[in-house]
T-cell receptor
Framework: GQSLEQPSEVTAVEGAIVQINCTYQTSGFYGLSWYQQHDGGAPTFLSYNALDGLEETGRFSSFLSRSDSYGYLLLQELQMKDSASYFCAAHNQGGKLIFGQGTELSVKP | GAVVSQHPSRVICKSGTSVKIECRSL??????MFWYRQFPKQSLMLMAT?????????EQGVEKDKFLINHASLTLSTLTVTSAHPEDSSFYIC????????????FGQGTRLTVV
């Protein structure tokens, strides 16, 4: 089967750095994306890794290791508005996205 | 940026009735769209892949006769929940890819369906 594992929840304080890990087991893997979703809203795209290594986009960075079937999302200089659910998603053949269970991030003052 | 519009955002219907949800790509043509269902505090579960001009491909366990998908044009896919029951109450979200920006999936706003 196909599955992605990520922690169910993470808590951090404003200004801190947090890392959300994702391990995956899928067939026909093309890459790993990260999405942010606020309560009641649609997921919004954060980043995508097709190759091993680190991709940096502002305060957010994402890492992928294909050999380890592992990736992570790194959020720096946390702000209250970053409180949301974060999903890793594996890209499969045909453009399908298979989502992890999501990590609920709570940022405290 | 590319926009996907989904309508309606909320719908309440009686058990046994059918509900149609529309998903439109506003500034690009989408030969493929995807439909997801999300229960509270859970992940997005892929229901089906909607293919323009051909039959949808359903994921295992999704009833194709209950969730009818029509991809009538390169910018519109519809999901019809037929004979809705309270257990069908959920958040339904569509997504589409801009072929020129293939790594990013754009999501509609989602439809909160409540069956009473």
């Amino acid at each position: 089967g196909q599955s992605l594992e990520q922690p169910s929840e993470v808590t951090a304080v404003e200004g801190a750095i947090v890392q959300i890990n994702c391990t995956y087991q899928t067939s026909g893997f093309y890459g790993l994306s990260w999405y942010q979703q606020h309560d009641g809203g649609a997921p919004t795209f954060l980043s995508y890794n097709a190759l091993d290594g680190l991709e940096e986009t502002g305060r957010f960075s994402s890492f992928l290791s294909r050999s380890d079937s592992y990736g992570y999302l790194l959020l720096q200089e946390l702000q209250m508005k970053d409180s949301a659910s974060y999903f890793c998603a594996a890209h499969n053949q045909g453009g399908k996205l298979i989502f992890g269970q999501g990590t609920e991030l709570s940022v405290k003052p | 940026g590319a926009v996907v519009s989904q309508h309606p955002s909320r719908v309440i219907c009686k058990s046994g009735t059918s509900v149609k949800i529309e998903c439109r790509s506003l500034d690009f043509q989408a030969t493929t769209m995807f439909w997801y269902r999300q229960f509270p505090k859970q992940s997005l579960m892929l229901m089906a892949t909607s293919n323009e001009g051909s039959k949808a491909t359903y994921e295992q366990g999704v009833e194709k006769d209950k969730f009818l998908i029509n991809h009538a044009s390169l910018t519109l896919s519809t999901l019809t929940v037929t004979s809705a029951h309270p257990e069908d109450s959920s958040f339904y979200i569509c997504s589409a890819r801009d072929p020129d920006r293939n790594t990013e999936a754009f999501f509609g706003q989602g439809t909160r369906l409540t069956v009473v």
